[in-house]
């Protein structure tokens, strides 16, 4: 394994750290993906997750397989334990995708120029399918460090030198070659055959299944348990002296000397508001001990803490809190939040809390990967535990609740993605663009839409109002005055069957 030497100074201790697959503030592993044949070539997608703490800025980091490359666009941000999925299309249809629904591509490869060279759009695309390919999968870094590796066997198949492209907002081109770098493997070992997909065993789990219930953009439909197992106790002040706190994680494997040296991320919740985002504080360090994962000296507060086994896998995640001798007043736990779809052409979130008698507010807030911004507002009284919010169509992607107490205090829930397509694909020509760009679409009757385009920080550009007709129709938007660059549009309206959403290039 090819070794990183790190040093950082934190305020309750040093930690010594890097390898293969380094934490940031999150830890991103390649959790998915498939070489599919029975959709089309470019249904074949693979999907990233950020298991956490924190969140993670991936731009520019680099997919290959050796053979070809795929460069996200700067500035991509994925939030704790959200997926980021690449494929060749910009939606897959439902069972060419996932199990349950069609999928919104975060990056399609085919059309976004951030590929060292053209992707076959027919027969083997990005992936190899089937028969003795022995395909393989890396995830680089800017600084084209490994961060994850996967492969069907080993050896892993041939490689070749790859240059990647300049991309505007600082990506700077690469030139490596996989067969010359030192990287750790890890070996799927599955069977051959057609219409392979291949998932971890559990999400961020050392491990692989073949041919599984697909499900990017979701957690993995295995069936199966992690191969280690994990029990957590936290060691408060015993006394009212005392400033400081520890944990202590008790890791049981079949092998567990094995797992070892164990590495983690540990997230501080500064402005303690049970939300774990940039502004918070992160450490990684590492335990080099079977079977117990040992941490000492933490102030009071609340964190967050993310393992990984001496494979960089295995991972799992546990909130805790750090208490003094007079105790801390604990925040409103969140215990349900979750998108319930579209319902009477409103969509519909629904949340469940405790202590409603302490409950002052609740507001749902949403973001395209940026600021977030409150959407609606709901205050005390509270009648039921669990509740529901709706509001119209939304051009937000990704929310949030923010809870306040009566003694108003703030804290947030874990962030949720809404996928808002429901058919298997719009229809929108051309791309790249030059200054207009086409979309077909549905209204049930007569109407106003509004439109939205997003670059790809999340930040909104352009937005306007057009007239729509009943039925089928082509609408045509003006992106003149748009620079060179990828961007995300949506239109939106309570008279129209679904929101159009889909990415393009200019």
């Not at 939606?91 to 349950?100: E, F, I, V």
């Not at 060691?235 to 009212?240: F, G, I, Q």
């Not at 549009?489 to 290039?505: G, H, T, Y």
Request: glycine letters at 6%; aromatic letters at 12%; proline letters at 4%.
């Amino acid at each position: 394994m090819k070794r990183k030497v790190c040093l950082k100074l934190s305020f309750f201790f040093i930690f010594f750290l890097c390898s293969k697959s380094f934490f940031g503030q999150g830890r991103i592993v390649i959790n998915e993906f498939m070489p599919w044949s029975g959709c089309s070539t470019t249904s074949e997608f693979i999907e990233l997750m950020n298991f956490g703490p924190g969140p993670m800025d991936i731009g520019c980091y680099i997919v290959t397989n050796g053979k070809y490359s795929v460069t996200i666009p700067p500035n991509t941000i994925i939030q704790p334990r959200q997926y980021f999925v690449l494929s060749g299309q910009n939606t897959l249809a439902k069972n060419c995708g996932n199990s349950d629904s069609a999928i919104t591509v975060d990056l399609n490869w085919t059309t976004c120029n951030c590929t060292n060279t053209s992707i076959p759009t027919t027969g083997d695309g990005f992936l190899q399918n089937g028969g003795s390919a022995n395909e393989k999968v890396v995830l680089l870094d800017p600084n084209l460090n490994v961060v994850d590796a996967v492969t069907r066997n080993v050896p892993v198949s041939s490689s070749v030198s790859i240059t990647t492209p300049n991309l505007s907002g600082g990506c700077s081109g690469k030139t490596f070659d996989l067969s010359t770098m030192s990287i750790n493997y890890e070996a799927i070992g599955s069977s051959t055959g057609i219409d392979n997909s291949f998932a971890r065993k559990v999400d961020g789990d050392c491990g692989w299944l073949k041919t599984t219930a697909i499900s990017a953009d979701a957690p993995n439909k295995t069936g199966s348990t992690s191969s280690a197992s994990y029990s957590f106790s936290t060691l408060s002040a015993s006394n009212c002296q005392t400033t400081q706190g520890s944990i202590s994680i008790q890791v049981s494997a079949s092998d567990v000397n094995s797992l070892f040296p164990m590495n983690y991320t540990l997230a501080y919740d500064v402005d303690s508001n049970n939300l774990f985002n940039s502004i918070d504080q992160y450490t990684n360090g590492i335990d080099n001990t079977a079977p117990s994962i040992d941490i000492n000296n933490l102030a009071y507060g609340r964190y967050r803490i993310t393992v990984a086994s001496s494979s960089s896998c295995n991972l799992k995640t546990y909130d805790f809190f750090i208490f003094n001798c007079y105790g801390v007043v604990l925040p409103i736990k969140i215990l349900d939040f979750r998108y319930d779809g579209i319902q009477q052409n409103l969509q519909t979130f629904r949340y469940a809390v405790s202590d409603l008698e302490n409950l002052k507010e609740v507001a749902l807030e949403g973001s395209n990967n940026n600021n977030f911004e409150t959407v609606k507002t709901i205050a005390a009284p509270f009648g039921n535990t669990e509740n529901e919010i709706k509001i119209p169509f939304s051009s937000f992607s990704f929310y949030r609740l923010r809870i306040k107490d009566k003694f108003d205090h703030i804290s947030y829930s874990e962030i949720i993605r809404v996928n808002t397509i429901t058919s298997s694909g719009i229809k929108h020509w051309p791309n790249p663009v030059q200054d207009k760009i086409f979309a077909q679409i549905n209204s049930i009757e007569k109407g106003k839409a509004t439109y939205s385009i997003f670059n790809s920080n999340g930040t909104k550009l352009k937005e306007g109002a057009i007239d729509v007709a009943a039925g089928n129709q082509i609408i045509t938007l003006p992106v003149e005055n748009l620079k060179q660059g990828f961007y995300y549009l949506k239109v939106l309206s309570p008279s129209m069957k679904q929101i159009v959403s889909f990415s393009f290039v200019k």
